[in-house]
């Protein structure tokens, strides 16, 4: 079926996209052989724009694509990335309200992300390495001991907009959940209460591996 190309995201982030949203829900999948190969820029503000994007304002609330338990936001996105076409390698904070991205470490950490999280190799080969951060201190106070679990729940309504959107990039992409929380807290720099809980491997999938890897 042909469809229309999103031309507002196009706009909006630099990228075309051509399947159905069908398609794209049918081609996504774990991809765990990326290719090495430095990623454009453009696909990095769309994967952001489907973790963190503002869609609209509701009572001087910035709203965002992915739902959240009382519009609280428990969550930081960190980024780690290393070749990427016009950034430089590092850790970078999304800061919410100036919507870009803050380079917080600068330099390779592909390798020390992969140690923490069970020697899994495909870490060191993404060009994008999504963290997810619960800051518990902007949810316990209104949902208490509910809070780690809203912010889970959240974590997997960001997490699939990602992976759907590394799918209709061509893009591939890894759930991550198997980590040594306080070994990625620390390549952070984040202090406790503060917990990683979640992280999304992208990168570009190697040749030929178009199964399932
Ligand atoms: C919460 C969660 C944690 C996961 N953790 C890992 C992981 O640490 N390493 C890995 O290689 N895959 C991980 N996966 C990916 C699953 O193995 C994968 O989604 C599953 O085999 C189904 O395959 P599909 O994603 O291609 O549909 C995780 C998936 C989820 C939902």
Redesign the pocket.
Known sequence: MMVQPDRELEREVGVNIKESFREILRNR??T?KFSNRTLPKEPLDAILFAAFGKTHSYKNISMRTAPSAGATYPLDIYLAIEDVTGMGDGIYKYDTTAEMMKLIRPGGFFNDLKKAALD?DFISKANINLLMVYVPERIVPEYGKDSLKYAAMECGHIGQNVLLMAAALELGS?????FEADKMGAILGIKKPEEVLYIISIGQIAKNTRS?A
């Open positions: 999948k774990t765990r899994q890894v759930p991550v959940g198997a399932r």
